[in-house]
């Protein structure tokens, strides 16, 4: 049809809204065209497709500008409906938008029960204000990732971290024996020293590895292989046997890790107990499960971060009721998997409390009352090495009395024992007067030109994996582009 002064942006925007209530979909304006011309045999431009789309989003998610003026009511409904909660509204003399936080009642009172360890990052937004989300998470007994805190800030300096540690500590206060975990953003380590003098701080594995393939040209698998095994090492014997392979490699590169202080990035050298925690991935997880919501409008985006941690929270409570063994699934099969490595294993009487365990050419001594073994990983792990199941099947004892409890089914319950609780309808916020009034507008933020990126940009030693055709098992291509013969 050439006459389609009747096909409005708005129009077809009213049309096409639905299409965009997942914040997964991918619908882009090549779609809209082909779908408006299948349907009413219209064909659109290409700028109202796209002006379509940006009127469905609108609709359907709020506009980006917009989503400002309502932030204080969101927050305001939200401490109404999960009290105990902790937000945080900060803005500049222009009344302009500068940070926010996030910590939800039900997050708060779980992290009694897990761990002190913190993992925390920043992420680019993707919204018309852009701006840097801020993530803090744990892990539960089960090794699920547990969100604590949520900031938004406008970009990662130390102001911004300082404003997050800040307010994450008067949430969650502090812990003996706290260690927090990122990769290496220098505002990072100003903003624990200032806010959490007590705690460790400690350095993502991965993200130095990346470093050390950057800045040391070598074989990238036997300097991966080096460099985590000195890493993961629980005892220093260990570790100074890695470092000696590292220096085969290359001298410089103790130096550099010496420079950085070892105990940062290594297990046996940590002041603070950081366990089996030596990555951030579990941030990298977070964020890639909010990679959708991250192009939301503010107050959407709170929404979808809340939606999500009541999703994730009922199903791990569900598993929590439905685990019948007394530990975790996670940590039953990590027994399970100590008691097949302590069957090649020969163990002796003991004497005077103490137990030695022969491991092929290596003898471990074992102190079952004190809960530590000479390798060292009955005491990180605060659960039975292969070593000491070798001693209680022989003394025919079962190995739950010795697991931290931080394992057991019961600990787990009582992490999810908080509820995160749905937030009302738009339309019936009952707000007081001083909320109402108050003022808070965008971000003066600079769009850059060109397309919006949606993809992270992946650094120079990051392995970029390709497809694979379920046809012709080929790589570079799927098997609906597939032209070769089926295997």
């Known amino acids: 049809m050439d006459d389609k002064r009747q096909a409005t942006a708005s129009i077809i925007g009213e049309h096409i809204k639905m299409k965009f209530l997942d914040i997964k979909t991918i619908y882009t304006p090549a779609d809209i ?64 938008f500068e940070y926010m936080f996030m910590a939800l009642d039900a997050s708060i009172k779980g992290w009694r029960y897990c761990r002190p360890i913190i993992v925390v990052d920043g992420t ?21 990732i547990f969100p604590l805190a949520f900031a938004i800030v406008d970009s990662e300096n130390d102001d911004s971290w300082e404003y997050f540690f800040f307010k994450l500590k008067e949430a969650f206060g502090g812990r003996n024996g706290l260690c927090i975990v990122s990769d290496r953003p ?49 005892t220093t014997k260990g570790f100074d046997y890695y470092m000696k392979e590292l220096d085969a490699i290359n001298a410089g590169i103790r130096k550099y890790l010496t420079d950085i202080r070892i105990e940062k990035w290594e297990r046996a050298h940590c002041k603070a107990n950081r366990y ?16 959708a919501a991250r192009e939301l409008p503010i107050t959407t985006l709170l929404e979808s ?29 990590e027994l399970r998997n100590h008691y097949a490595s302590s069957l090649r294993m020969k163990a002796s009487t003991y004497v005077r409390g103490l137990h030695s365990v022969e491991d092929g050419d290596k003898t471990f001594i074992v102190k079952l009352n004190e809960r530590t073994c000479t390798c060292c990983r009955f005491q990180l792990d605060e659960m039975p090495c292969p070593h000491a199941i070798a001693i209680l099947s022989k003394l025919h004892q079962e190995p739950y009395q010795y697991c931290s409890d931080f394992f057991t089914k019961e600990n787990m319950l009582a992490t999810y024992e908080g509820v995160v609780y749905p937030m009302p309808s738009q ?59 089926p295997k």
């Open 305 to 333: 971060l809340r939606r999500l941690m009541q999703e994730w929270s009922y199903a791990n409570r569900n598993i929590a009721i439905c685990t019948f063994t007394k530990l975790t699934n996670k940590a039953e099969h």
């Open 124 to 144: 680019f937004l993707k919204s018309n204000y852009g701006g840097i989300l801020i993530t803090a998470s744990t892990q539960d007994g089960n090794g699920k």
């Open 33 to 96: 065209i082909a779908d408006i011309q299948r349907d009413f045999g219209i064909v659109l431009s290409y700028n109202r497709a796209w002006r379509s789309k940006v009127k469905a989003l609108n609709q359907i998610r709020g506009s980006p500008r917009d989503s400002y003026s309502i932030l204080p009511g969101y927050l305001h409904m939200l401490l109404q409906t999960n009290p105990g909660s902790v937000v945080d509204l900060h803005t500049t003399d222009e009344n302009k």
């Open 186 to 234: 220098l505002s990072i380590l100003n903003g624990v020293k200032k806010v959490f003098p007590e705690a460790s701080h400690a350095i993502c594995m991965y993200h130095l590895l990346s470093n050390i393939k950057s800045k040391f040209k070598h074989d990238p698998d036997t300097l991966r292989d080096c460099f985590y095994g000195a890493a993961r090492s629980y």
């Open 427 to 485: 339309n019936n916020l009952d707000l007081p007067a001083n909320v109402e009034s108050m003022e808070v507008l965008p971000p003066i933020g600079a769009i850059p030109a060109g397309r919006p990126k949606k993809r992270r940009i992946t650094g120079p030693n990051e392995i970029k994996k390709t497809n694979q055709c379920g046809r012709c098992k080929q790589r570079g291509h799927n098997k609906k582009t597939c032209k070769n013969i």
């Open 276 to 291: 089996s925690t030596m990555t951030s991935n579990i941030a990298e997880s977070l964020n890639a499960a909010i990679k």
